[in-house]
C-alpha cells in the first residue's frame, strides 16, 4: 500500500517563528488532506489539498503531486499551534480511505 | 455545535463487555467513516457508511466489530468482548462525499481494564 513519511518528527519552536512541515507519499494520489490535532485530541481538518497551493491565515499548503510530495507553512507561530500536524492521502478518489501519516509534533514555547 | 458529534467522550469497560460508540455527522453530510487510534500513532481506517450501507469495511477487524448508520439515528460502532487491545480512540468523521474534506469529532476514548 501507499506509504506516508513525515518530516520532522518533532519540532520545537519559539512563539513568533515560522515553520514547515512536509509530507512524502510513495504513489500517486487524487486526495491530500491536513490535519492538526491539538494537545487535547481534537482533530481539526486544515487543507483538502490534492495539488496546487492554498492559504488560510498564518498557515498555507502546497501540494506537488508530480513529485509526490506536500508543504505546509506556518508563519509567525503562536502557542495555540502546539500539537501533532497530520498528512493523510488516498490514492483513488473514493471511500476517504485515507492513509496518515506518523505526525510532526509542533511544540511553540512562549 | 453543527460539527461531528461522539459519544460517550471516554468509555471504561472490562475485559468481556460491550462497547457502543456513537456519532451523528455533521448536518447535511451522508458519508460517515470511522477511525481508530492506537497511542502516538497516526489514524488507521476502519469502515465508512452512507444511510443503511455499509460501503466500505476493509480495515474493520474481523470479528466482533460491526457497524451500522441506521435510516434514523446516529452510527453506532459496536464491539463486542472487548479486550485490553481495543484501548484507543476511535474518531468519526463525515463529509460530503468524494472530494470533499473530512471533518471528524472529538473521538471517544475507550479503555478496557
Known amino acids: 500500500g501507499i506509504q506516508v513519511e513525515q518530516s520532522p518528527p518533532d519540532l520545537i519552536l519559539q512563539e513568533g517563528a515560522n515553520s514547515t512541515l512536509r509530507c512524502n507519499f510513495s504513489d500517486s494520489v487524487n486526495n491530500l488532506q491536513w490535519f492538526h490535532q491539538n494537545p487535547w485530541g481534537q482533530l481539526i481538518n486544515l487543507f483538502y489539498?490534492?495539488?496546487g497551493t492554498k492559504q488560510n491565515g498564518r498557515l498555507s499548503a502546497t501540494t506537488v503531486a508530480t513529485e509526490r510530495y506536500s508543504l505546509l507553512y506556518i508563519s509567525s507561530s503562536q502557542t495555540t499551534d502546539s500539537g501533532v500536524y497530520f498528512c493523510a492521502v488516498e490514492k483513488i478518489q473514493g471511500a476517504q480511505k485515507l492513509v496518515f501519516g506518523q505526525g510532526t509534533r509542533l511544540t511553540i514555547n512562549p | 455545535n453543527a460539527g461531528v458529534m461522539q459519544n460517550p467522550r471516554h468509555l471504561v469497560r472490562r475485559r468481556g463487555q460491550e462497547a457502543r460508540l456513537r456519532c451523528s455527522p455533521m448536518?447535511?453530510?451522508?458519508?460517515v467513516y470511522w477511525y481508530r487510534q492506537l497511542p502516538e500513532e497516526g489514524l488507521k481506517f476502519m469502515v465508512y457508511?452512507?444511510?443503511?450501507?455499509?460501503?466500505?469495511e476493509s480495515g474493520m477487524p474481523k470479528e466482533r466489530f460491526s457497524a451500522e448508520f441506521p435510516k434514523e439515528g446516529p452510527s453506532i460502532l459496536r464491539i463486542q468482548q472487548v479486550v485490553r487491545g481495543d484501548s484507543a480512540a476511535y474518531f468519526c468523521a463525515s463529509s460530503l462525499g468524494v472530494g470533499s474534506p473530512l471533518h471528524f469529532g472529538n473521538g471517544t476514548r475507550l479503555t478496557v481494564t
Open positions: 489539498i490534492p495539488s
Open positions: 457508511l452512507q444511510k443503511e450501507n455499509i460501503i466500505d
Open positions: 448536518k447535511g453530510h451522508s458519508h
